[in-house]
């Protein structure tokens, strides 16, 4: 079983260009998060998905973000126009249905460079 | 609201020594808390969780933690620390009704040889 999959694994814009990044969750999960970590910051959650549906985005900023998971194919988290603060490391995490005390699982990140 | 402390920036200890990296939270009703660990440049990977049941859990790599109501705390142990645990710990909360984990700022052990 595939672990939690995310590409690119590096990305490089500049600024006021677009950057997606893709999430593919594990199998038979249906929960995606998405975190945003900065040095000496943590972990940032940004929003959770889950299958068609937007649950919570209260992390995400209004402007130039936003994200889907689509009935097929993987998450995409995407971001306008990029500025020099979007730099970081973005972080997926799944994990399978029900509100329990379920574990989540992080794919490797995409460290996004903005020059 | 749910919130985690995680105290300490940064844990030195010898290899061989005992460890502790403390983690205190608050939620509303019943906690779910988690350990997760970090390797440079990698994603997190789960350590041990907490539900319920008794307070002493076992995780993986030798790691344990003791919730403590009273305290509302969750700090993780090990009993003799290896270089190769040197890494970024999170801590994280979730209450029951709650979808969305809340994490720690992360702590940095460093084990010495």
């Known amino acids: 079983n595939a672990g939690v999959m995310q590409n690119p694994r590096h990305l490089v814009r500049r600024r006021g260009q677009e950057a997606r990044l893709r999430c593919s969750p594990m199998?038979?999960?249906?929960?995606v998060y998405w975190y945003r970590q900065l040095p000496e910051e943590g972990l940032k959650f940004m929003v959770y998905?889950?299958?068609?549906?937007?649950?919570?985005e209260s992390g995400m900023p209004k402007e130039r973000f936003s994200a889907e998971f689509p009935k097929e194919g993987p998450s995409i988290l995407r971001i306008q126009q990029v500025v020099r603060g979007d730099s970081a490391a973005y972080f997926c995490?799944?994990?399978?249905?029900?509100?329990?005390?379920?574990?989540?699982?992080f794919g490797p990140g995409t460290r996004l460079t903005v020059l | 609201a749910q919130s985690v402390a995680q105290p300490e920036d940064q844990v030195n200890v010898a290899e061989g020594n005992p460890l502790t990296v403390k983690c205190t939270y608050s939620v509303s009703g019943n906690p779910y808390l988690f350990w997760y660990v970090q390797y440079p440049n990698r994603g997190l990977q789960f350590l041990l969780k907490y539900i319920t049941g008794d307070n002493l859990v076992k995780g993986s790599y030798g790691f344990e933690a003791e919730f403590n109501k009273s305290q509302t705390s969750f700090h993780l142990k090990k009993p003799s620390a290896l270089v190769s645990d040197s890494a970024l710990y999170f801590c994280a909360v979730r209450g029951e009704g709650s979808y969305i984990p809340t994490f720690g700022r992360g702590t940095s052990l460093i084990v010495h040889p």
């Open positions: 199998k038979g999960h249906s929960h």
């Open positions: 995490a799944s994990s399978p249905p029900g509100q329990g005390g379920n574990e989540q699982f």
């Open positions: 998905l889950q299958k068609e549906n937007i649950i919570d």
